[in-house]
Protein backbone atom coordinates (compact mmCIF):
# COMPACT_ATOMS: atom_id res chain seq x y z
CA UNK A 1 0.00 0.00 0.00
CA UNK A 2 1.09 3.21 -0.73
CA UNK A 3 -0.96 4.91 1.64
CA UNK A 4 -1.92 8.70 0.88
CA UNK A 5 0.09 10.53 -2.32
CA UNK A 6 0.36 13.82 -2.90
CA UNK A 7 1.47 15.43 -6.42
CA UNK A 8 3.56 17.56 -6.91
CA UNK A 9 6.16 17.77 -4.01
CA UNK A 10 6.97 21.07 -4.64
CA UNK A 11 5.79 24.01 -6.67
CA UNK A 12 6.60 27.60 -7.43
CA UNK A 13 3.60 29.92 -8.53
CA UNK A 14 2.97 33.57 -10.26
CA UNK A 15 0.89 35.74 -7.95
CA UNK A 16 -2.12 35.43 -9.95
CA UNK A 17 -1.45 31.78 -11.82
CA UNK A 18 -3.49 28.92 -10.98
CA UNK A 19 -2.82 25.09 -9.92
CA UNK A 20 -4.60 22.01 -8.68
CA UNK A 21 -2.82 19.80 -6.15
CA UNK A 22 -3.51 16.06 -6.11
CA UNK A 23 -4.33 13.57 -3.31
CA UNK A 24 -5.20 9.66 -3.94
CA UNK A 25 -5.56 7.23 -1.08
CA UNK A 26 -5.30 3.83 -1.51
CA UNK A 27 -6.92 2.43 2.09
CA UNK A 28 -10.54 3.13 1.04
CA UNK A 29 -10.58 5.68 3.61
CA UNK A 30 -14.47 7.32 3.35
CA UNK A 31 -13.14 11.32 4.98
CA UNK A 32 -10.34 13.33 3.60
CA UNK A 33 -8.61 16.49 4.49
CA UNK A 34 -6.67 19.54 2.86
CA UNK A 35 -4.73 20.83 5.92
CA UNK A 36 -1.86 23.43 5.42
CA UNK A 37 0.97 24.47 7.23
CA UNK A 38 3.09 28.26 8.17
CA UNK A 39 6.13 28.48 9.54
CA UNK A 40 6.14 28.08 13.26
CA UNK A 41 2.54 26.36 13.15
CA UNK A 42 0.80 23.40 13.80
CA UNK A 43 -1.49 22.24 10.83
CA UNK A 44 -5.29 24.25 9.93
CA UNK A 45 -8.12 22.65 8.21
CA UNK A 46 -9.02 24.24 4.83
CA UNK A 47 -11.63 21.94 3.12
CA UNK A 48 -12.71 17.88 4.13
CA UNK A 49 -14.71 15.48 2.53
CA UNK A 50 -16.89 13.04 4.26
CA UNK A 51 -17.31 11.35 1.26
CA UNK A 52 -17.33 10.69 -2.47
CA UNK A 53 -19.26 13.86 -4.39
CA UNK A 54 -19.47 15.51 -1.05
CA UNK A 55 -16.97 18.58 0.12
CA UNK A 56 -17.16 20.96 2.82
CA UNK A 57 -15.23 23.82 3.99
CA UNK A 58 -12.74 23.69 7.29
CA UNK A 59 -10.70 26.57 9.10
CA UNK A 60 -9.79 28.42 6.13
CA UNK A 61 -11.57 27.78 3.40
CA UNK A 62 -10.88 31.26 1.61
CA UNK A 63 -9.21 31.30 -1.82
CA UNK A 64 -9.54 27.38 -2.18
CA UNK A 65 -11.84 24.98 -3.94
CA UNK A 66 -11.82 20.63 -3.70
CA UNK A 67 -13.24 18.14 -5.52
CA UNK A 68 -13.95 14.40 -4.74
CA UNK A 69 -15.02 12.78 -7.84
CA UNK A 70 -13.66 9.66 -6.98
CA UNK A 71 -13.43 7.98 -3.45
CA UNK A 72 -9.95 7.62 -3.77
CA UNK A 73 -8.75 11.34 -4.69
CA UNK A 74 -9.14 14.59 -3.23
CA UNK A 75 -8.29 18.20 -5.51
CA UNK A 76 -6.80 21.45 -3.96
CA UNK A 77 -7.29 24.04 -6.32
CA UNK A 78 -6.05 27.67 -6.24
CA UNK A 79 -7.76 29.64 -8.70
CA UNK A 80 -5.67 32.83 -8.16
CA UNK A 81 -2.64 32.16 -5.81
CA UNK A 82 -1.47 35.19 -3.42
CA UNK A 83 1.89 34.98 -1.55
CA UNK A 84 -0.28 34.79 1.39
CA UNK A 85 -0.97 30.88 0.20
CA UNK A 86 2.79 29.94 0.24
CA UNK A 87 2.78 27.01 2.49
CA UNK A 88 3.09 23.68 2.98
CA UNK A 89 0.01 21.60 2.09
CA UNK A 90 -0.97 18.57 3.86
CA UNK A 91 -3.97 15.74 2.78
CA UNK A 92 -5.06 13.10 4.70
CA UNK A 93 -7.96 10.30 5.19
CA UNK A 94 -9.43 8.47 8.13
CA UNK A 95 -12.12 4.97 8.19
CA UNK A 96 -14.92 6.05 9.61
CA UNK A 97 -17.44 3.59 11.06
CA UNK A 98 -20.80 4.58 12.40
CA UNK A 99 -20.55 8.24 11.42
CA UNK A 100 -17.00 8.32 13.61
CA UNK A 101 -13.72 9.21 12.16
CA UNK A 102 -10.35 7.34 13.55
CA UNK A 103 -7.30 7.59 12.63
CA UNK A 104 -5.57 9.98 10.24
CA UNK A 105 -2.87 9.27 7.90
CA UNK A 106 -1.09 11.88 6.01
CA UNK A 107 0.54 12.09 3.03
CA UNK A 108 4.34 13.81 2.56
CA UNK A 109 3.27 16.90 1.66
CA UNK A 110 3.88 19.43 -0.96
CA UNK A 111 5.78 22.98 -0.50
CA UNK A 112 3.99 25.81 -2.85
CA UNK A 113 5.35 28.99 -3.40
CA UNK A 114 3.77 31.70 -4.76
CA UNK A 115 5.93 34.67 -6.12
CA UNK B 1 -13.69 26.39 19.21
CA UNK B 2 -11.46 23.76 20.99
CA UNK B 3 -8.04 24.54 22.56
CA UNK B 4 -5.05 22.51 22.30
CA UNK B 5 -1.76 23.60 24.27
CA UNK B 6 1.50 21.58 24.44
CA UNK B 7 4.18 21.76 27.02
CA UNK B 8 6.84 22.67 26.66
CA UNK B 9 7.46 24.99 23.19
CA UNK B 10 11.19 24.01 22.79
CA UNK B 11 13.23 21.15 24.42
CA UNK B 12 16.84 20.62 24.05
CA UNK B 13 18.12 16.91 25.50
CA UNK B 14 21.81 15.15 25.37
CA UNK B 15 21.75 11.60 23.81
CA UNK B 16 20.42 9.09 26.30
CA UNK B 17 18.02 11.43 28.17
CA UNK B 18 14.57 10.19 28.97
CA UNK B 19 11.51 13.23 28.40
CA UNK B 20 7.74 14.29 28.65
CA UNK B 21 5.81 16.51 26.83
CA UNK B 22 2.51 17.24 27.44
CA UNK B 23 -0.58 18.33 25.57
CA UNK B 24 -3.64 20.01 27.25
CA UNK B 25 -7.24 20.51 25.88
CA UNK B 26 -10.29 22.56 26.35
CA UNK B 27 -13.24 20.54 26.18
CA UNK B 28 -14.20 16.71 25.60
CA UNK B 29 -12.69 14.79 22.71
CA UNK B 30 -13.28 11.41 20.54
CA UNK B 31 -9.97 11.21 19.38
CA UNK B 32 -6.48 12.14 20.52
CA UNK B 33 -3.23 11.34 18.20
CA UNK B 34 0.65 12.43 18.53
CA UNK B 35 2.60 12.99 15.32
CA UNK B 36 6.67 13.29 14.84
CA UNK B 37 7.64 15.66 12.04
CA UNK B 38 10.62 14.94 11.09
CA UNK B 39 13.48 17.65 10.23
CA UNK B 40 11.96 17.05 6.16
CA UNK B 41 8.33 17.88 7.21
CA UNK B 42 7.01 14.26 6.79
CA UNK B 43 4.07 13.74 9.40
CA UNK B 44 4.85 10.38 11.20
CA UNK B 45 2.27 8.72 12.88
CA UNK B 46 3.22 7.66 16.70
CA UNK B 47 0.07 7.11 18.83
CA UNK B 48 -3.69 7.12 18.16
CA UNK B 49 -4.77 7.49 21.89
CA UNK B 50 -8.13 8.97 22.66
CA UNK B 51 -7.58 7.50 25.97
CA UNK B 52 -5.80 4.82 28.44
CA UNK B 53 -1.68 4.18 27.39
CA UNK B 54 0.13 2.40 24.58
CA UNK B 55 3.32 2.07 23.94
CA UNK B 56 6.25 1.45 21.10
CA UNK B 57 9.62 0.65 21.67
CA UNK B 58 11.22 4.01 23.64
CA UNK B 59 8.16 5.72 23.13
CA UNK B 60 4.83 5.78 25.24
CA UNK B 61 1.72 7.45 25.63
CA UNK B 62 -1.15 8.39 28.15
CA UNK B 63 -4.41 10.10 27.60
CA UNK B 64 -6.43 10.93 30.81
CA UNK B 65 -9.96 12.15 28.76
CA UNK B 66 -11.59 13.32 32.10
CA UNK B 67 -8.82 15.48 33.00
CA UNK B 68 -8.46 16.82 29.37
CA UNK B 69 -4.37 16.15 28.89
CA UNK B 70 -2.22 13.79 27.51
CA UNK B 71 1.34 12.74 28.06
CA UNK B 72 4.22 11.34 25.57
CA UNK B 73 6.91 9.76 26.74
CA UNK B 74 10.73 9.25 25.15
CA UNK B 75 12.53 7.41 26.78
CA UNK B 76 16.61 7.02 25.85
CA UNK B 77 16.61 9.62 23.03
CA UNK B 78 18.27 9.29 20.15
CA UNK B 79 19.31 12.41 17.79
CA UNK B 80 16.91 10.69 15.38
CA UNK B 81 14.19 11.43 17.62
CA UNK B 82 14.91 15.14 16.74
CA UNK B 83 11.62 17.04 15.28
CA UNK B 84 8.38 18.83 15.97
CA UNK B 85 5.81 16.82 17.89
CA UNK B 86 2.49 17.68 17.48
CA UNK B 87 -1.03 16.39 19.58
CA UNK B 88 -4.24 16.85 17.75
CA UNK B 89 -7.59 16.53 18.96
CA UNK B 90 -10.93 15.36 17.35
CA UNK B 91 -14.44 16.71 18.91
CA UNK B 92 -16.85 14.21 18.64
CA UNK B 93 -18.75 16.42 16.60
CA UNK B 94 -16.46 17.66 14.15
CA UNK B 95 -16.45 15.05 11.44
CA UNK B 96 -12.85 13.91 11.55
CA UNK B 97 -11.63 17.59 11.79
CA UNK B 98 -7.95 17.41 13.68
CA UNK B 99 -7.20 20.69 15.27
CA UNK B 100 -3.75 20.68 16.25
CA UNK B 101 -1.39 21.98 18.69
CA UNK B 102 1.11 24.04 18.22
CA UNK B 103 4.06 21.83 18.87
CA UNK B 104 7.19 20.93 20.90
CA UNK B 105 10.26 21.11 19.25
CA UNK B 106 12.74 18.61 20.13
CA UNK B 107 16.41 18.99 19.77
CA UNK B 108 18.98 15.78 20.63
CA UNK B 109 22.37 16.42 21.26
CA UNK B 110 25.24 13.50 20.56
Known amino acids: NAGVTQTPKFRVLKTGQSMTLLCAQD?????MYWYRQDPGMGLRLIHY???????AKGEVPDGYNVSRLKKQNFLLGLESAAPSQTSVYFC??????????????FGPGTRLTVT | GIQVEQSPPDLILQEGANSTLRCNFS?????LQWFHQNPWGQLINLFY???GTKQNGRLSATTVATERYSLLYISSSQTTDSGVYFC????????????FGQGTILTVHP
Open chain 1, 27 to 31: MNHEY
Open chain 2, 49 to 51: IPS
Open chain 2, 88 to 99: AVLRSTSYGKLT
Open chain 2, 27 to 31: DSVNN
Open chain 1, 92 to 105: ASSYERGGHSYEQY
Open chain 1, 49 to 55: SVGEGTT
